[in-house]
């Protein structure tokens, strides 16, 4: 039967047609070590889903094989492995038919304070509005609430970057750890140091960060936490609020992925805006992440993401 599938390749139950591949028909499954477009497509239309083939055969092993999001089909490998929010698997197991899933995200949380929007994300791991799990935890500042509630949570911590002059992790020993986490996006949840360049670049579209202001309206170098709203009170704004972003190698110059405006009243002071705006920080960064972690977003031409928030009976809208 494999010979006949392998000489007729327009058979309807080749699920696989390529070089190196054995094929799957009404009996038996295994791996391909390539993967054609049509292939490909018969499995899922978005790359990023889990692929499970069900053959009968209880003596089948499970094995896996990672495709790139979007990817180049055609040479044979081993399988690829991607890095970050663009790695998906395929998987060969016992049973009957074809199944998709969508795996859990990893997610890798860098904090340098109390860890409010670390623990807003966990929670919405936990209660299933995000399809993922928070499995790497970074500070700069060992010892802050992050760091220990993380450590009382069991989430592996790590410091970065080292004081000055103190040994430490470097940036491509954090990438390693990041990867060996099998992280798919890094989440920056009020951390103050600039990302070196070795993360973004090993993360593209997959590092974001929540700053507590409607950029590009106060941000920059120095415009961090109760700086920011002592300078949109001072200046008069009548609006503010947070804004989820990817980062680049500056300050605050990422594509904005998400914005929530909150008002900034005459009679407000500083910290009564900062109240205001941290709440919409857990709700708006938990959305983001959630749709990213379903794959629920698409791409403008020009390279901006629309995220889509769910609401109800009138389908959904961008973030």
């Given at each position: 039967?494999?010979?006949n599938?392998?000489?007729?390749?327009?058979?309807?139950?080749?699920l696989?047609?390529?070089?190196?591949t054995?094929?799957?028909?009404?009996?038996?499954?295994?791996?391909a070590r390539?993967?054609?477009?049509?292939?490909?497509?018969?499995?899922?239309?978005?790359?990023?889903?889990?692929?499970?083939?069900?053959?009968?055969?209880s003596?089948?092993?499970?094995?896996?094989?990672?495709?790139?999001?979007?990817?180049?089909?055609?040479?044979?490998?081993?399988?690829?492995?991607t890095?970050g929010?663009?790695?998906?698997?395929?998987?060969?197991?016992?049973?009957l038919?074809?199944?998709?899933?969508?795996?859990?995200?990893?997610?890798?949380v860098?904090?340098?304070?109390?860890?409010?929007?670390?623990?807003?994300l966990?929670?919405?791991?936990?209660?299933?509005r995000i399809?993922?799990?928070?499995?790497?935890?970074?500070?700069?500042?060992?010892?802050?609430?992050?760091?220990?509630?993380?450590?009382?949570?069991?989430?592996p911590t790590?410091?970065?970057?080292?004081k000055?002059?103190?040994?430490?992790?470097?940036?491509?020993?954090?990438?390693d750890?990041?990867?060996?986490?099998?992280?798919?996006?890094?989440?920056?949840?009020?951390?103050?140091?600039?990302?070196?360049?070795?993360?973004v670049r090993?993360?593209?579209?997959?590092v974001?960060?929540?700053?507590?202001?409607?950029?590009?309206?106060?941000?920059?170098?120095?415009?961090?936490?109760?700086?920011?709203?002592?300078?949109?009170?001072?200046s008069?704004?009548?609006?503010s609020?947070?804004?989820?972003?990817?980062?680049?190698?500056e300050?605050?110059?990422?594509?904005?992925?998400?914005?929530?405006p909150?008002?900034?009243?005459?009679?407000?002071?500083?910290?009564?805006?900062?109240r205001?705006?941290?709440?919409?920080?857990?709700?708006?960064?938990?959305?983001?992440?959630?749709?990213?972690?379903?794959d629920?977003?698409?791409?403008r031409?020009?390279?901006?993401?629309?995220?889509k928030?769910?609401?109800?009976?009138?389908?959904?809208?961008?973030?």
């Amino acid at each position: 039967a494999l010979r006949n599938q392998r000489t007729n390749p327009a058979t309807p139950s080749a699920l696989y047609s390529s070089r190196h591949t054995r094929f799957m028909n009404g009996s038996m499954a295994c791996v391909a070590r390539s993967i054609t477009p049509v292939a490909f497509e018969r499995f899922s239309s978005r790359s990023c889903k889990h692929v499970t083939l069900k053959p009968p055969s209880s003596r089948l092993a499970a094995r896996s094989v990672f495709c790139p999001h979007r990817a180049r089909f055609g040479a044979p490998s081993r399988g690829v492995r991607t890095m970050g929010a663009h790695r998906s698997r395929i998987e060969v197991l016992d049973g009957l038919g074809v199944q998709q899933e969508n795996p859990k995200k990893n997610l890798a949380v860098f904090v340098s304070g109390g860890g409010s929007n670390l623990k807003a994300l966990h929670a919405a791991t936990q209660d299933g509005r995000i399809h993922g799990t928070v499995a790497v935890v970074v500070s700069d500042k060992p010892g802050c609430g992050g760091w220990e509630w993380a450590k009382e949570n069991s989430i592996p911590t790590y410091a970065f970057p080292p004081k000055k002059g103190e040994p430490g992790l470097s940036a491509s020993e954090i990438v390693d750890i990041l990867q060996s986490a099998r992280t798919d996006y890094v989440c920056l949840a009020g951390f103050l140091k600039l990302v070196p360049p070795e993360i973004v670049r090993a993360y593209p579209k997959a590092v974001l960060n929540i700053h507590p202001a409607l950029l590009p309206a106060f941000g920059g170098k120095g415009y961090y936490g109760m700086n920011v709203h002592n300078a949109v009170v001072a200046s008069g704004a009548r609006v503010s609020g947070p804004t989820v972003h990817f980062i680049d190698e500056e300050y605050d110059k990422g594509t904005i992925v998400a914005q929530r405006p909150v008002p900034v009243y005459p009679t407000d002071t500083p910290q009564d805006v900062a109240r205001r705006v941290l709440e919409q920080e857990h709700v708006i960064f938990a959305e983001v992440m959630s749709a990213l972690c379903r794959d629920d977003f698409s791409w403008r031409e020009d390279g901006v993401i629309m995220i889509k928030a769910d609401t109800g009976k009138d389908g959904c809208k961008f973030v």
